[in-house]
């Protein structure tokens, strides 16, 4: 299977914390990196009286299912020193993977909703997966990710932050 995940981090060492990120998520060795987007700062979103985050977008091949992979992440995020608040959803933090995109699936469940809910009105979300494939077709809105870009009417500040560089995940 083919996924989309949105990484992001406004605590510490914000970029060391994606590249660790994405390189524990490929130890598994059920996880393989495709395609990786370069690095984006970003301003917070909802609580703004915060570090702005460094995020980025990658494109796995996977044979875990949806719930695996979310328990994956999450414990990728637990290791990083993750701690949730389930009363501050927008707060700062060390390290955030979401799963963005399943393929086409769509899924409704209390603890897992793909694709992600807010996806089309997250400009750090959209910019770096216009990099990973902008013509990726949202399967609940039908629009291309260049689209639902285009279709953001103020979208935060997303500057780039630096590439790839050399490293291969």
């Known amino acids: ?4 995940l949105g990484l992001g981090s406004n605590m510490g060492d914000r970029l060391g914390a994606i590249q ?7 130890a598994n060795q059920t996880v393989r990196v495709l395609s990786a987007s370069s690095f984006y700062e970003s301003e917070p979103v909802g609580q ?3 570090e702005w985050f460094v995020n980025a977008a990658v494109a796995v091949e996977t044979s875990l299912s949806p719930e695996e992979l979310l328990a994956l992440c999450q414990d990728v995020e ?3 020193g993750r701690v949730r608040d389930p009363l501050d959803r927008n707060g700062p933090r060390t390290i955030d993977i979401d799963i963005l995109f399943y393929e086409d699936w ?3 469940e209390t603890d897992l909703i793909i ?3 807010r996806v089309h009105e997250r400009a750090f979300m959209l910019v770096p997966l216009l990099e990973v494939n902008s013509r990726l077709m ?3 809105l039908h629009r291309t990710i260049e689209q639902m870009h285009d279709d953001l009417e103020e979208p935060e500040e997303v500057v780039l932050y630096g590439t790839r560089g050399v ?3």
């Open 115 to 117: 694709p992600h809910p």
């Open 78 to 80: 637990k290791a990083l």
């Open 1 to 4: 299977m083919i996924v989309y």
């Open 48 to 50: 703004t009286d915060q």
């Open 20 to 26: 660790q990120a994405i390189r524990f998520l490929t």
């Open 138 to 140: 949202h399967p609940v």
């Open 167 to 169: 490293e291969k995940y």
């Open 106 to 108: 769509i899924i409704s």
